[in-house]
């Protein structure tokens, strides 16, 4: 491939795979299945090595995914929150083997490659801390580096005691300890997310999804009572002490030697009082770890929570140590996937749902089948080529699965099952809801409703805004919009605020206290951040991450409308398309007349500025409190630049490398700095990582300012 062709390529990509981050990570609500999530990470990462000069620092492929939300405060992780490299195949797992006996040097020695293996749980990590003993802070993985602070729902976990039982050190054989960490994985068992179901569908609420997304839902919950009630469980897989009053220590942190193995570790979490998997097993030849990676695999339907597939540990700690992590995952674990489970039933029918950017999806209507814990009775089929390339028909036998093991589509059709009467669907020439023409834009595979007023995308439209990334609308949901639009009371998202409580309490279902309700929640609509507010507006490929970057740099609704396609294209995270994408929105006449409209019932306010990110931070970032030291040639910052932001971040920079400092920032070219660090065995990172760091670090900041 030649570079042009690389580049495109890269760029396409990389927006994919951020697409993917943000369903799976904000929305729980994954598309692909990881299978086909990793193929374009490796792909990706692929091409970024035969082209390193193209790879971006904030590739996908060297950063995790983020469910950091706005409605929650930010902390920093005591340390990154990391992910683990993914395989599929037993091959991927001998050379994982391999590379662990060389880098160890350990053929003859078995302590290094004697491995633990555990149920990789498919739940929503979560991280607890506890301070003499008592439970004082849960924290989602967030980016990795910061996490969400959902201390209140933690507490709300009846596995996970407040308070410990006395005597909780001797399980650290280490010196004096007084504050740990422990770090696990939060799910919902399958019987209490059928039992939820039930209730939900007797009050007449909606169902959820299913199990994940549910607990993440759940963490992400303000509701404290709502949380307990869902009785979320906890599997907990690592522990570490806290040092935060002896810095020096804390600097070891990660190499901390409390615990000599994997095994002795989970064994102290179970002595604490924590929850752990009682499944734990110990393998040293690639024959015994197959041999449980089947074991499990046969387990695995009979479970009453999800797992998806195995996560294989160099035990010995001194071994993790030596093998160390990259910026995205430790090179000592390595998580083994389950194919995703299979089903075959009947399509019995397709029907079309138009979606709020007027996307037409085709939705296969399944005789009901069990599927991965869950009933299945609709598929995705994506779209019209999707469905003709596979010749998927009316009447067929198919094969489905969960995409993500989470959201069910069809796989494949077993034509040896065919009768001749089965029926092909032609794509629509006008949209099943309005009868308006459909049509593709520009080379896009999706077919759309090309009526911006059709009611199927007014609705989608009015359900994303409400949603809670967008201005979390309490007392709005997806019923009462309806019953809106039925009633012609509303058009789009502007009239909402100007609805009459009084009129609205005398509404089939509603009272006085409902309408008050909706009210307020409109009110703090208003309030919502500036960035939630681009994203409300529903701005086709503008994420919560995309509305972040634009409100960063454009202080109002007013200049966001005067950028050009080449303005946004040249901020950060921003390619062309997005960039035509949102100009064409903002000067389409729906998207214009939605603005104004939203503009004259008080939405946005004049200056909805987030505050610079220059400012000196006093919350806490990565860069709090931290001593820096600056070394070699920065090529993309000046010196001087590189401190000012440090010291705006509350970190300190001094000259000298010595035990007080806690991190080196090497650029090219460095010298007896960075062997002075690495021998103290001072963090270092290079520039591009520097830089990484301060994006994400001035991202906090102007979150919580914000
Ligand atoms: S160990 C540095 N053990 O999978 C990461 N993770 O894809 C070490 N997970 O972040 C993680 N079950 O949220 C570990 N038994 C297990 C796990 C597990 C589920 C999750 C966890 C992790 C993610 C990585």
Same mark, same amino acid.
């Given at each position: 491939m030649d570079r042009d062709s690389a580049a495109k390529k890269m760029g396409r990509l990389k927006a994919e795979i951020s697409r993917h981050n943000e369903l799976y990570y904000q929305k729980a609500e994954p598309v692909i299945t990881d299978v086909e999530y990793d193929a374009l990470e490796r792909e990706l990462s692929a091409l970024e090595n035969q082209f390193p000069d193209l790879a971006?620092?904030?590739?996908p492929t060297r950063e995790v995914g983020s469910d950091r939300d706005a409605n929650f405060p930010s902390v920093a992780h005591s340390r990154p929150m990391l992910s683990l490299q993914n395989s599929y195949e037993l091959a991927e797992v001998e050379a994982f083997d391999q590379r662990v006996r060389k880098e160890l040097r350990s053929a003859a020695d078995e302590e290094g490659s004697v491995y633990s293996l555990e149920p990789k749980m498919d739940g929503v990590a979560l991280a607890v801390r506890y301070k003499d003993g008592r439970l004082f802070l849960g924290l989602t993985r967030g980016d990795g580096r910061h996490g969400d602070d959902v201390t209140a729902n933690a507490r709300t976990f009846r596995e996970i005691p407040l308070d410990l039982e006395?005597?909780?050190?001797?399980?650290?054989?280490?010196?004096?300890?007084r504050m740990f960490e422990a770090r696990g994985e939060a799910f919902l068992t399958f019987s209490r997310f059928q039992a939820l179901n039930l209730e939900r569908e007797a009050a007449g609420q909606d169902s959820l999804a299913n199990p994940r997304n549910a607990t993440a839902g759940t963490l992400k919950t303000l509701d404290v009572d709502e949380v307990r009630r869902r009785e979320l469980s906890v599997f907990f897989y690592q522990l570490f002490p806290l040092y935060p009053e002896d810095p020096d220590k804390q600097q070891t942190a990660d190499g901390n030697l409390e615990f000599s193995d994997h095994f002795s570790e989970m064994k102290a979490l179970e002595t604490l009082g924590l929850p752990v998997n009682p499944f734990l097993k110990k393998a040293s030849q690639i024959s015994g770890i197959e041999a449980i990676l089947k074991e499990l695999e046969t387990q695995r339907p009979h479970l009453d929570y999800q797992i998806d597939g195995v996560v294989i540990k160099v035990a010995d700690r001194k071994s993790q140590l030596k093998l160390g992590a990259t910026a995205k995952a430790p090179r000592w674990g390595l998580a083994f996937k389950f194919a995703a489970e299979e089903a075959v039933t009947l399509l019995r029918d397709i029907t079309l749902q138009v979606g709020r950017t007027g996307v037409i999806t085709p939705v296969a209507e399944l005789e009901p089948v069990e599927l991965a814990g869950t009933t299945v009775s609709r598929a995705t089929l994506h779209n019209w080529a999707e469905m003709e390339r596979k010749d998927i028909r009316i009447g067929d036998r198919v094969v489905v699965v969960k995409g993500g093991d989470i959201i069910p589509k069809v796989l !494949?059709?077993?034509?040896?099952? !065919?009768?001749?009467?089965e029926r092909l669907l032609a794509a629509p020439g006008v949209c099943p809801v309005c009868g308006h023409t459909t049509g593709q834009q520009d080379n896009e595979v999706a077919l759309r409703c090309l009526n911006p007023l059709c009611p199927a995308v007014v609705a989608g439209r009015l359900r994303h805004f409400a949603s809670r990334n967008a201005c979390d609308i309490d007392g709005l949901g997806d019923r009462s919009i309806e019953l809106f639009l039925e009633l012609g009371l509303i058009r789009g998202p502007a009239d909402l605020f100007g609805l009459d409580p009084a009129v609205l309490s005398e509404l089939p279902g509603w009272g006085e206290k409902s309408a008050q309700r909706l009210v307020l929640g409109l009110e703090q609509a208003r309030r919502r951040p500036w960035s939630a507010k681009i994203f409300a507006?529903?701005?086709?490929?503008?994420g919560v991450s995309t509305a972040l970057t634009l409100a960063r740099h454009y202080p109002d609704i007013d200049r966001l409308r005067e950028a050009t396609a080449g303005d946004l294209a040249d901020l950060p995270d921003i390619g062309p398309i997005v960039g035509e994408t949102v100009v064409a929105f903002l000067s389409s006449s729906a998207g214009g007349t939605m603005i104004d409209d939203l503009k004259a019932a008080g939405f946005f306010l004049d200056e909805e500025l987030?505050?610079?990110?220059e400012l000196a931070y006093q919350g806490e970032t990565w860069f709090g409190g931290k001593v820096f030291v600056l070394t070699g040639t920065l090529e993309r910052m000046k010196r001087t630049e590189a401190k000012e932001a440090i010291e705006n971040l509350g970190g300190k920079v001094t000259g000298s490398v010595s035990? !007080?400092?806690?991190?080196l920032v090497a650029g090219a070219k460095s010298g007896s700095k960075l062997v002075k660090a690495e021998q103290l065995g001072i963090e270092v990172v290079d520039e591009e990582q520097f830089e990484l760091l301060l994006a994400e670090a001035q991202k906090t900041v102007a979150e919580n300012d914000g």
């Open positions: 971006v620092t904030d590739s006395p005597g909780w050190q001797d399980v650290f054989p280490g010196p004096e300890v !494949r059709v077993l034509k040896e099952h !065919r009768n001749g009467k507006l529903g701005i086709s490929q503008v987030l505050p610079p990110p035990k !007080r400092t806690d991190v």
